[in-house]
């Protein structure tokens, strides 16, 4: 053989081992975005941190008697990440979504199970990661929701999350409602506006 079919075939050879090499990279690479991309984008989600304003809670106002005129409540708005940490294995889901969706039925009462079952499995279909459950949940009641089944794997690991919203409450309705007032950005009525840097 001379140096030159013995250069070339070294050539050819190292050439072979470069393309034989990135076809891998290439293999590997459609594996990890393709087949195995829900779990690492569930990974990625759960562990990034979000950051969010969390709104304080109005201070209380009483009247000279000591009656309560204003006063503060926290509400939920629930949502549900559908590839949580603890519920991204579709057999983990499929085993507890129709127990969730009878619990969920039975409590709130505005859909039979098999439509929460329904909009829970097209939810996860659809890759959602935060679907509104309901609006205006009081704390006592999320305290019960935290136990019904994928919800009570953990606060997170679930896929239940509960943002806070904070409900001004008058005890007596409308009775000195317009005195009392409200605030809210760019307008100021009532003691609420008027007082506003002081409740706040």
């Given at each position: 053989?001379n140096?030159?079919?013995?250069?070339?075939?070294?050539?050819?050879?190292?050439?072979?081992?470069?393309?034989?090499?990135?076809?891998?990279?290439?293999?590997?690479?459609?594996?990890?975005?393709?087949?195995?991309?829900?779990?690492?984008?569930?990974?990625?989600?759960?562990?990034?941190?979000r950051?969010?304003?969390?709104?304080?809670?109005?201070?209380?106002?009483?009247?000279?008697?000591?009656?309560?005129?204003?006063?503060?409540?926290?509400?939920?708005?629930?949502?549900?990440?559908?590839?949580?940490?603890?519920?991204?294995?579709?057999?983990?889901?499929?085993?507890?979504?129709?127990?969730?969706?009878?619990?969920?039925?039975?409590?709130?009462?505005?859909?039979?199970?098999?439509?929460?079952?329904?909009?829970?499995?097209?939810?996860?279909?659809?890759?959602?990661?935060?679907?509104?459950?309901?609006?205006?949940?009081?704390?006592?009641?999320?305290?019960?929701?935290?136990?019904?089944p994928?919800?009570?794997?953990?606060?997170?690991?679930?896929?239940?999350?509960?943002?806070?919203?904070?409900?001004?409450?008058?005890?007596?309705?409308?009775?000195?409602?317009?005195?009392?007032?409200?605030?809210?950005?760019?307008?100021?009525?009532?003691?609420?506006?008027?007082?506003?840097?002081?409740?706040?």
């Amino acid at each position: 053989m001379n140096i030159r079919a013995n250069i070339l075939l070294r050539v050819y050879l190292a050439f072979g081992l470069i393309v034989l090499f990135a076809f891998a990279v290439l293999l590997r690479l459609g594996d990890v975005q393709f087949i195995q991309g829900k779990k690492w984008r569930a990974m990625a989600d759960s562990l990034s941190v979000r950051e969010f304003d969390i709104e304080a809670i109005r201070g209380n106002i009483y009247s000279n008697d000591g009656s309560l005129l204003a006063t503060s409540v926290p509400e939920y708005e629930l949502r549900m990440d559908m590839f949580a940490g603890g519920i991204e294995k579709d057999e983990v889901f499929n085993s507890k979504v129709d127990s969730l969706a009878y619990s969920l039925a039975g409590f709130f009462k505005d859909k039979t199970a098999k439509e929460y079952s329904r909009f829970l499995r097209n939810a996860r279909r659809d890759s959602l990661r935060a679907v509104l459950i309901k609006r205006r949940v009081s704390y006592q009641d999320l305290k019960l929701i935290r136990k019904f089944p994928l919800y009570n794997i953990g606060s997170y690991s679930g896929g239940l999350k509960a943002e806070q919203q904070n409900k001004r409450i008058l005890p007596f309705k409308d009775l000195a409602a317009r005195t009392i007032g409200y605030k809210k950005p760019n307008i100021s009525v009532g003691l609420e506006g008027a007082y506003g840097n002081y409740i706040d």
